[in-house]
């Protein structure tokens, strides 16, 4: 019973990692996202881009599973609470975010992904970037399916490949962007893991 709670047991130091990044996520998506979305009339940029960085980040520097998933579940609903919107369509979303950051986490933790180096672990980070913002849009769909109907919802498929694809490159580039900037985090920060 030990063992299988231990992924649980969070130190002082990742519960202060976590709070530090969910707080860098929700305030430039609060702050931040608007500003871009207007300039480049592109929806959800700062969420992907800053969101898969500090998910690499958190992941690599706490070298555990779960903290990703809690990030992302804590900017996710702070983001909704703060923007205080009782539509269904806003949780909905978030709960995308949510489920991104796990599917995130489930990946970057799997036992195979430990014994790859360099290149092949590069691309294989690109990869699950890759899957976990695209399955952003999954909650997003099923609300769409349910609230349109099965032959609207088939008009509507053209502007969810649309979201499919620039979520699943916002994301492969906020986790580019996190290669660049990790080795100066790890170059000045003490290694977290326990």
Same mark, same amino acid.
């Given at each position: 019973?030990? #063992?299988?709670? #231990?992924?649980?047991?969070?130190?002082?130091?990742?519960?202060?990692?976590?709070?530090?990044?969910?707080?860098?996520?929700?305030?430039?998506?609060?702050?931040?996202?608007?500003?871009?979305?207007?300039?480049?009339?592109?929806? /959800?940029?700062?969420?992907?881009?800053?969101?898969?960085?500090?998910?690499?980040?958190?992941?690599?520097?706490?070298? #555990?599973?779960?903290?990703?998933?809690?990030?992302?579940?804590?900017?996710?609903?702070?983001?909704?609470?703060?923007?205080?919107?009782? %539509?269904?369509?806003?949780?909905?979303?978030?709960? /995308?975010?949510? %489920?991104?950051?796990?599917?995130f986490d489930l990946l970057f933790f799997v036992p195979f992904a430990n014994n790859l180096r360099g290149k092949n672990r590069n691309a294989y980070l690109l990869t699950i970037s890759v899957l976990s913002g695209a399955v952003v849009l999954v909650p997003y769909l099923f609300f769409k399916l349910y609230t349109l109907g099965i032959y609207t919802f088939i008009a509507f498929t053209p502007?969810?490949?649309?979201?499919?694809?620039?979520?699943?490159?916002?994301? @492969?580039?906020?986790?580019?962007?996190? @290669?660049?900037? %990790?080795?100066?985090? #790890?170059?000045?920060?003490?290694?977290?893991?326990?």
């Amino acid at each position: 019973m030990e #063992k299988s709670r #231990k992924w649980l047991n969070l130190s002082t130091k990742e519960i202060a990692l976590v709070s530090v990044l969910s707080s860098v996520w929700i305030v430039s998506q609060i702050y931040l996202g608007p500003v871009i979305s207007q300039i480049t009339q592109v929806h /959800g940029v700062i969420q992907h881009l800053v969101g898969w960085l500090l998910m690499l980040i958190l992941a690599e520097l706490t070298g #555990k599973f779960g903290r990703v998933s809690i990030m992302a579940a804590v900017a996710a609903l702070a983001t909704r609470v703060i923007r205080r919107s009782a %539509l269904l369509y806003i949780w909905v979303i978030g709960l /995308g975010y949510a %489920l991104g950051g796990l599917v995130f986490d489930l990946l970057f933790f799997v036992p195979f992904a430990n014994n790859l180096r360099g290149k092949n672990r590069n691309a294989y980070l690109l990869t699950i970037s890759v899957l976990s913002g695209a399955v952003v849009l999954v909650p997003y769909l099923f609300f769409k399916l349910y609230t349109l109907g099965i032959y609207t919802f088939i008009a509507f498929t053209p502007e969810c490949v649309y979201s499919l694809v620039k979520d699943s490159i916002l994301s @492969f580039l906020g986790t580019l962007i996190g @290669f660049s900037v %990790l080795p100066q985090i #790890k170059a000045w920060s003490t290694r977290i893991r326990v």
